[in-house]
């Protein structure tokens, strides 16, 4: 009898020391897997950053966000895990990183444009992951909020939305007697087709004619280019990823042709459009930057959309030497030029 309980305490024993081992396992897996290490065991909360394509104004945004968080002390492979991936342009690529990237659990997934935001967000919400957003231009039509000022879901990010007055205005400035411009832009775009219709709501009411030239991917964007030459005084691109990661083909097309390109974004500036009046995209992603420092902090926003920024006035000064074109006096005390030494 005293064998027997001797051998029931035993094995009670060893029972609650496999129980505790498995656990304790079970929960060192789970930490491994929610997080990364920095080769000494220990835990490196992960940042996931998805990008729809590469182009300046989307590189600027993703320098500023990694500059955000090394400032709030959360430096990549110190103190913080970053995981960057690019879908190259491709929605369907952009969903396999969502799923990729929400797989490794991290501490708050950050998407860069609109279809990689798409993306992302079933995941997230799905997994309860904290989201962030930036070059979005409407938040509410890409279906990734209900309304600027909902926080009742982990959804936060920076709206890119430039006011449409302010860029007629500003093609305005420099050509005032326009009567054509042609706009290029990937109709599937969400960012795009709501600018486009802001756009020509606008132009309506200014007597101005807009020629649409839809590009579906970045292939097409050439051929697009080629047919509004001839036709339009002026042409202009839009926050659209297609039309922007092709602008060198669009400015070499419209030089030849003699026709001024303006731009939504400051990148595009760089790429030889003439002028626009747009954001520092900088600027916007340590916005988004300061928001996911927030999260790692367990803090919450006040608001999830950020949607008022800085404009500012961008010139590229060799092609407005080659087109012939004088900067407006308005324009004179505040304009940046970019190009100067070419």
Known sequence: MKVNVKM???????????????????????????????????????????????????????????????????????????????????????????????????????????????????????????????????????????????????????????????????????????????????????NSTHMVKELKTLCEKESIIIIEAIASKTSDVVSAAQNLTGRVEAIYIPNDNTAVSAMSSITQVAEKAGLPVFAGDTGSVQKGALATRGYDRFELGQKAGAIAVKLLKGEKPIKNVDDTHNLHVYVNEKTRKSLGITIPEALLKNVIMIGTDA
């Open 8 to 190: 029931k305490k035993n094995l009670k024993i060893i029972l609650i020391s496999l129980s505790l081992a498995l656990i304790t396992s079970f929960l060192f897996l789970k930490k491994l897997h929610q997080g990364a290490t920095d080769g000494s065991n220990v835990y490196l909360p992960i940042v996931c950053i998805s990008q729809i394509t590469e182009h300046p104004a989307l590189d600027e945004e993703r320098r500023g966000i990694i500059a955000a968080l090394e400032s709030a002390g959360y430096r990549d492979g110190e103190t913080v895990k970053i995981s960057y991936q690019n879908a190259q342009g491709n929605v369907a690529t952009a969903a396999q990183i969502a799923k990729s990237q929400a797989g490794q659990k991290p501490a708050v997934m950050i998407a860069i444009a609109t279809s990689s935001a798409q993306a992302l967000l079933p995941v997230a919400t799905s997994q309860k992951i904290p989201m962030v957003f930036t070059a979005v231009t409407n938040p509410i039509d890409a279906k990734l909020v209900k309304s600027n000022d909902d926080i009742s879901q982990q959804i936060y990010g920076i709206s890119d939305a430039l006011p449409t007055v302010t860029q007629i205005q500003l093609i305005r400035d420099f050509l005032p007697t326009l009567k054509t411009i042609g706009v290029i832009y990937n109709g599937g775009e969400v």
